[in-house]
């Protein structure tokens, strides 16, 4: 892991989303958990040796940042709806995707089960460990249980996915609106350093670059409505996104079931249709 601050180191070169551990006075904080097993077995070897893990916070409900709460027997802490989607995750199909990952990860998800959020928050909730403070902050956009998480004495904050630095977008359920008023929100921030959900730390300077991506997707997928295309013919044809950035580690070969799923919903996006029929 990366010494990013006197208290806080940082892992961005596993498969998975970026995680966070921060050591306080009265224990350790890990923000977030490895997608594989493995890494979670070994990460919880590096945590003993820093002291007592306290807290997980769990930053969205994606499964690359959950999967490895199963392997520390400790309280999870994220928004409510992060919970919900935990528990209301099909298990079996969960498992045997996680399994696929490498010939070291069955034996250890034997009797998997998920260590799901027992403390929750709507809007804004902040947790006291020691001598620091964490802020978690609802910012909807990637999904729509998505938090921020501030680290106050440190300066830093943990973004989640709502920041994709360097590496390809996943916007197979983001709502673009949300999106950039989170980014909004983001910059507003007095924090500098940014930990985002995939790809290298990076700072606010990278709010912009993030921001005008995800317009981008917006309009390229808009023209294909324009032009009278089905949702159907926009999977099939509209491929210019894929290549503009990498994927992130481990998800090599990826990138046109990518670009399909987010065509896909943000054709749903313009057109009002499926999860943002209500909007």
């Known amino acids: 892991m990366k010494q990013l601050t006197a208290n806080v180191l940082v892992e961005t070169r ?19 958990t490895p997608h594989k097993p493995s890494d ?10 820093l002291g007592r893990l306290r807290y997980i916070i769990n930053t969205e409900p994606h499964g690359d940042h959950w999967t490895g709460n199963a392997f520390f027997d400790i309280p999870v802490v994220a928004h409510e709806g992060v919970r919900s989607r935990i528990l209301g995750t099909d298990m ?15 034996k250890f998800l034997e009797n998997y089960k998920p260590n799901a959020p ?70 507003a921030l007095r924090e500098e350093t940014f930990v985002p959900g995939h790809g290298p730390v990076c700072d606010k300077s990278y709010l912009d670059e993030q921001g005008s991506f995800i317009q981008e ?19 099939a044809n509209l491929t210019a996104m894929t290549g503009r950035y990498p994927m992130d580690v ?10 399909q799923m987010n065509i896909a919903n943000l054709y749903d996006y313009l057109t009002s249709a499926g999860i943002h029929a209500h909007r």
Request: glycine share 10%; net charge negative; aromatic share 8%.
């Open 14 to 32: 596993l498969k998975g989303a970026n995680h966070g551990v921060v050591t306080t006075s009265d224990g350790v904080v890990l923000i977030d």
């Open 40 to 49: 979670a077995i070994r990460l919880k070897a590096e945590i003993e040796r």
């Open 92 to 106: 079996v199909a969960h498992v045997a995707r996680v399994a696929s990952f490498g010939p070291d990860e069955p």
């Open 118 to 187: 027992v403390i929750t928050f709507q809007s804004e909730m902040t947790l006291y460990v020691g001598n620091h403070t964490f802020r978690m902050i609802h910012m909807p956009g990637h999904t729509p249980y998505q938090a921020a998480v501030i680290v106050e004495e440190e300066g830093v904050v943990f973004t989640s996915d709502n920041i994709f630095c360097e590496v390809q977008t996943w916007i197979q359920e983001g709502n673009p609106e949300q999106w950039l008023k989170a980014l909004d929100s983001l910059r």
């Open 217 to 235: 997707w917006v309009e390229y997928v808009r023209g294909g409505i324009a032009r009278g295309m089905s949702k159907d013919a926009c999977i």
């Open 250 to 259: 481990g998800q090599d070969g990826m990138a046109p079931r990518v670009m």
